[in-house]
């Protein structure tokens, strides 16, 4: 089946690590993005991409950096500049940017702290 | 970004239809509206979109109003399985993002 698959499901940090979240798509699409959720809040736009070698910051990109060397992988590094990175990663990918467009979302990787 | 308000949490009976509101009173001509819910400890999975006409597909209804500041998603039976988070979310023609607020919580009960 066609879809988004994020790893780890779980990943724990230990001070001044840098980690590094899977996001892979088999759905043929241009545009990917990450998100940010902490509990109980809506999700926040970390950085999104709409073609290969290409990204742009979104919301809150301070302490993450991605690359986009592949259609269809779009790696997310949570860095030691990132202070508080307990939160739910979620990534996403839709068909070229458009409003009508929906975006398909993996299953999310939790980040706590150790 | 327009903004949507919706309300924090809604009760709805199995097998009942819900009316699930939203507001966006500052949508501009070329905002499109979308819908998304998400269970627990999972992503976003999309239900519904639209501009100007109401919207149908397998999983809900979408009523926009005349002028176009607020719009409903119907769940013409709801199920357990329902129970989520839904979000409105306003999107721009260019399509670069998709600004989540926190949502409405329905709660379905048996």
């Known amino acids: 089946d066609g879809g988004i698959t994020q790893s780890p499901k779980y990943l724990f940090r230990k001070e001044g690590q840098n980690v590094t979240l899977s996001c892979e798509q088999n759905?043929?699409?241009?545009?990917m993005y990450w998100y940010r959720q902490d509990p109980g809040q809506g999700l926040r736009l970390i950085y999104y991409?709409?073609?290969?070698?290409?990204?742009q910051k979104g919301d809150i990109a301070e302490g993450y950096s991605v690359s986009r060397e592949k259609k269809e992988s779009f790696p997310l590094t949570v860095t030691s500049a990132q202070k508080n990175p307990t939160a739910f990663y979620l990534c996403?990918?839709?068909?070229?940017?458009?409003?009508?467009?929906?975006?398909?979302f993996g299953d999310g990787t939790r980040l706590s702290i150790l | 970004d327009a903004k949507t308000t919706q309300p924090n949490s809604m009760e709805s009976n199995e097998e009942e239809p819900v009316h699930l509101p939203c507001n966006h009173s500052?949508?501009?001509?070329?905002?499109?509206i979308h819908w998304y819910r998400q269970l627990p400890s999972q992503g976003p999975e999309y239900v519904i979109h639209?501009?100007?006409s109401n919207v149908n597909n397998r999983m809900a209804s979408l009523a926009i109003a005349e002028d176009r500041k607020s719009s409903t998603l119907i769940l013409h039976r709801a199920t357990l399985r329902d129970a989520a988070v839904y979000y409105c979310?306003?999107?721009?023609?260019?399509?670069?993002?998709?600004?989540f607020g926190e949502g409405t919580q329905l709660t379905v009960n048996p």
């Open positions: 996403a990918s839709s068909a070229p940017l458009r409003g009508h467009q929906p975006q398909h």
């Open positions: 759905l043929n699409h241009d545009a």
């Open positions: 991409s709409q073609i290969v070698n290409d990204f």
């Open positions: 500052t949508i501009s001509g070329t905002d499109y």
């Open positions: 639209g501009l100007t």
């Open positions: 979310i306003l999107r721009g023609a260019s399509g670069s993002r998709l600004t």
